[in-house]
């Protein structure tokens, strides 16, 4: 049964699955791959502060190798809903391109995919999907669970494609075969409430959360290197809480963020930014959250499956890339080898999220080509 990636697409824009909701998103996925042999297994996992999320693994074939595609149907909020030229969950085509969220990021690449699998011939080997419904969230009870239960399921796949928005102005353009980590903090520093007449009396902790974040701004991480940009720190809040003119503060915060190449690790950081904030001294307190270590995945099959399909069907030579934010593919890399590719993220997470029609047939056929020179055919 050949599926039209267009009319999958629509039908999952259509679910307003904004995270954690899947508002029959997993519903229409699973409708579709069992009527292409898949067998289907819900993962619904809670835990921790976040919230409940349904996730769904589906195979088809049981033999090695195994090839897997990753996705989430969650989408980000609409936002002014007013502002959206057609309405986000319609659906609605105008003109040769579909509108609505989540047709780049990413229900328009899991689509592609699965109307690939629809069309591939007999296969030696198996294909599945990992779809998740927290990849826009707190990516807690999503990616990271599912694959702790293939592990234990002993279905780890050989290699994985996540299909997250890559390509930057045409399809094929670019592939990702690594990602910068991220380091989320929020760094307070303790002082004495006191008047501003007598600062004698008080301790103001201004001054020194200026003194660190001028060292933090100040310093060179590194200059990048062959497949990464220089890692960057950004300070993206900094509030006292204090809106007296006569009164000084007791505490003063401020958060940032640090995207990190493979030139650095978690601990290195977390240790430099402890050393700069006891160098100024004082009392203050540092909660760090590490969202995601950098990696690079080594040239090897799975770039040559990429590259191979895309020269293929577009006659362009793609780059292989590690720009950009995070992916679940942070998690998969503990895993197996995993590289990402899917549709041009002009418009991910914006108002008037679209795709043309025309990328989601070439997408298809892209991953199509992967599947063949995956599975030798």
């Not at 780049?104 to 999907?129: N, T």
């Not at 669970?145 to 299909?163: A, F, H, N, Y």
Request: with cysteine; charged share 25%; net charge negative.
């Amino acid at each position: 049964m050949l599926i039209d990636p267009l009319e999958l697409t629509q039908k999952l824009v259509r679910c307003p699955s904004v995270t954690p909701k899947n508002a029959g998103a997993l519903e229409v996925l699973e409708d579709a791959l069992k009527n292409l042999g898949f067998i289907c297994t819900r993962l619904p996992f809670s835990g921790g502060a976040a919230a409940k999320v349904d996730n769904l693994y589906a195979r088809l074939g049981t033999k090695e190798p195994h090839f897997c595609f990753a996705g989430h149907t969650d989408v980000v909020p609409v936002g002014a809903e007013a502002d959206w030229d057609l309405p986000p969950f319609a659906a609605e085509v105008d003109n040769g391109i579909l509108y609505g969220r989540g047709t780049s990021d990413m229900k328009g690449g899991i689509a592609a995919f699965i109307a690939a699998v629809s069309s591939l011939d007999d296969f030696d080997g198996s294909i599945s999907l990992l779809i998740t419904g927290d990849e826009e969230g707190p990516a807690v009870n999503g990616t990271v669970k599912m694959l702790e239960w293939l592990k234990e399921q002993d279905e780890v796949p050989d290699i994985c494609l996540v299909g997250e928005p890559t390509n930057i102005a045409e399809i094929g353009d670019m592939a990702k075969i690594g990602r910068r980590g991220s380091i989320n903090a929020e760094l307070t520093i303790h002082g004495t409430q006191g008047h501003v007449a007598y600062p004698d009396q008080a301790d103001n902790p201004i001054p020194r959360l200026i003194k660190v974040l001028d060292k933090f701004t100040r310093a060179n991480l590194d200059q990048g290197n062959e497949y990464f940009q220089a890692s960057n720190l950004e300070v993206v809040n900094i509030d006292v809480g204090n809106e007296a003119t006569n009164v000084i503060p007791m505490d003063a915060t401020a958060k940032f963020n640090i995207r990190f190449n493979n030139e650095h690790t978690p601990d290195g950081l977390i240790e430099w930014i402890t050393d700069i904030c006891e160098s100024v001294g004082g009392d203050y307190t540092l909660d760090v959250n590490v969202s995601g270590d950098a990696f690079l995945t080594a040239e090897g099959l799975i770039s040559d499956v990429i590259k191979g399909a895309i020269k293929s069907v577009t006659g362009k030579e793609v780059e292989l890339s590690t720009s950009g934010g995070t992916s679940d593919a942070r998690f998969i890399k503990n895993y197996c080898p995993v590289a990402e590719f899917g549709l041009i993220n002009k418009t991910i997470h914006k108002v008037n999220e679209c795709v043309r029609v025309d990328d989601l047939m070439i997408l298809r056929d892209i991953y199509l080509q992967m599947l063949k020179l995956y599975f030798g055919k």
